[in-house]
Structure formats: C-alpha cells, structure tokens
C-alpha cells in the first residue's frame, strides 16, 4: 500500500490558517500520524487534495511538504477505520423508525452516510451494516407515504422479448407518481407503443393478461436496487447514456440515494400536475411530455 504524507507547520499565531488546514484535512479524510503529519492513501484525488492544503498553508507563512508512493513498514489502515463514524448512523436510522418525521431523518442520514462513505477509503462491516439500516429506514418512510408501493426482490432481472409486449394493456397502481409516471413513458416511448394503462385501485383485481408493473407481484416491478423503471431499462435492453441518467433520477426521487441537480424542479412539476389532474390517464400524459423533455435534454448533451 502506498501513501500520501503531508508534513507542515504554521505559525503559533495564525490561528485561522491552523483551523482552515485542519478542516480540509479532516474533510477529506486524512489522519494524523503525529502533530504536523498527515496521511491519505495515495491517488490523484489525494494528492490534488493535500496539494491545496500545502499550497493555503505556505500562502499563510507556513511551510508544507508533500511525499507521495511512501511504504509504511507499519500497517497505517487500522487509522483510517470509520466504524465510530457509522455506529451513530446505525442507531440514529433504526431509532428513526418510531419517528414521526422520518423522512427527514432519512433525507439527513443519507446525506450524512454518503459524507463518511466518501473518505472511508477501506470500507468493511461498519459501512455495511450502515448503509443497509439507512436503507430500511429509506424504505419504511416509502411504504408509509404508499403502502402500496412495492418491496424489491432478490433476484436478476430478466431479458424480456419487446415483440411479446406489443398492443397490450398494462397495470399499475392508481394516482401514479414518478416510478410509475416514468416507466408508463417508457413502455410507450421505447417499448410498446400502442399501450394501454389500467389504473388500479387494488393490484388484487388486476385483469388476468395484463401486463403488470410496479406492485409486488407484478411482471415488472423493484429488482434488488433498482426501482421499476431501471428494471424496464434493463429488461428490454434499452440502455443508453440519456436513459441511465433519467433512471438515476427517477430512483432518487421514487427511493432516495443520489439527486441530480433537476430532481427538485422535476418533483415539484410532477406533484403540481398530481395535485391538479385527477384522470390518470391524462395525468400519465401530461407527465410524458416532461420526461420527454428531459431524454433529449440528455440525449443532446450525451451527443455533444
């Protein structure tokens, strides 16, 4: 293994530049081997990091020397281990459950998650264990806005030939919101063409040929980390730079995780339409036209 080191010192007197070195290096993850040494594992990303920090340090008076591809003779990973960074993420999602407001504690631990996962540059049991309770709690608050909303199964999505899925009528849970919004735009747009929507009100009375999605049971719903409208992407192989991105969206914003930068205005233009259409067949319409918009949005920046 090889390491990054930074070895500085600054005067007694600037407290601001001593405080300002040390966040950043705190930040990024880096430990401190002894007062004034510092060290990350080495890569480009490090090395650009512990630049800055030599680079503000010497601006300030102070002098700072970077060595990089050092050999420990010692083992320095037990330093960087993060499991009292995660223990608290652990309790803090499982206490959350019982919470009223826990959406906003999953919304928050998430971000928190995703800021120590970061600079946890040996990753173990301790990540593990947290990213899967902060998932059940990303989960429960889910069901409990929709408890219809389906639960993923372990398994691999399977191919699927589109010439089976021509001129049918295909099922889904009433008043759709963005999983279902987005997928019934892709089943027209890329894979069935002629579809028809059954909105349902129970899954229990979907009719007997139709093709369901997005409800546990359905022929198309949650696979593993992937939210219906990723599972169609793949089942159909329809992957393309435009689509992916979508389908990152679309997962943030049905299940959590990463938001890209349009996911706000895109929620928001979403709940208006959901709060002024009540026919979902016109709802489903008028949200095409806006993940429409936003593929060859994509599309045209992929091609660029």
Sequence with gaps: MRWCLLVLSLPTDNTAARMR??????????????????ALPDGPAQRDQLREVAADVRANGGSARLMVEVTAEEPIEPLFDRSADFAPLVENAKAALAQPDAARSARRLRKTFEQWAAIDFFPGEAQRQAAEAVAELEQ?????????????????????????????????????????????WLIRRFIDPAARFVWLADVASCPRRAVGFDFDGATFSHVGTRVTFEVLVAAFDLGSPALHRLGTLVHGLDAGGVMPPEAAGVERVLAGMRDAIDDDDALALAAAGVFEGLYRSFDKEAAA
């Design 21 to 38: 070195a040390w966040r950043a290096l705190k930040a990024g993850g880096a430990v401190a081997l002894r007062d004034g040494v510092y």
């Design 140 to 184: 429960h608050v889910i069901q409990d806005a929709d408890p219809g909303e389906p639960r993923a199964a372990a398994r691999a999505v399977i191919r699927a030939d589109r010439a089976a899925y021509q001129g049918r009528v295909w099922a889904t849970r009433r008043r759709p919101w963005v999983d279902r919004l987005a997928s019934a």
